[in-house]
Nanobody, 120 residues
Framework: QVQLVESGGGLVQPGGSLRLSCAASGSIGSIGSMRWHRQAPGKERELVADITSGGSANYADSVKGRFTISRDNTKSTVYLQMNSLKPEDTAVYYC??????????????WGQGTQVTVSS
């Protein structure tokens, strides 16, 4: 099985920064795309950013220029650097990877979520 452990969420003032981390462990074979999603209260989950195995990144329009996704393949970890945070960035942030294991074919795996609250 694959486990994803997220960290780095918390309370920050508008204009502040946070860095989220998501470390994958378990019987991982290969990891393809790694993504960050978020879900605000009363809203649907949305894709915030994704990064391919080759390092190409894409972002939601709402976070372009403020958020940066990166990955460390040696640590099976994906990061989300969030700068110039706004109250509307408040949400539970989830990491998601597309990976295979020694026993199963390619599947999506999800973290448990970490709360990010932007408020003065």
């Amino acid at each position: 099985q694959v486990q994803l452990v997220e960290s780095g969420g918390g309370l920050v003032q508008p204009g502040g920064s946070l860095r989220l981390s998501c470390a994958a462990s378990g019987s991982i074979g290969s990891i393809g795309s790694m993504r960050w999603h978020r879900q605000a209260p009363g809203k649907e989950r949305e894709l915030v950013a994704d990064i391919t195995s080759g390092g190409s990144a894409n972002y939601a329009d709402s976070v372009k220029g403020r958020f940066t996704i990166s990955r460390d393949n040696t640590k099976s970890t994906v990061y989300l650097q969030m700068n110039s945070l706004k109250p509307e960035d408040t949400a539970v942030y989830y990491c998601n990877i597309y990976a295979n294991t020694w026993r199963s074919s390619w599947s999506d795996y999800w973290g448990q979520g970490t709360q990010v609250t932007v408020s003065s």
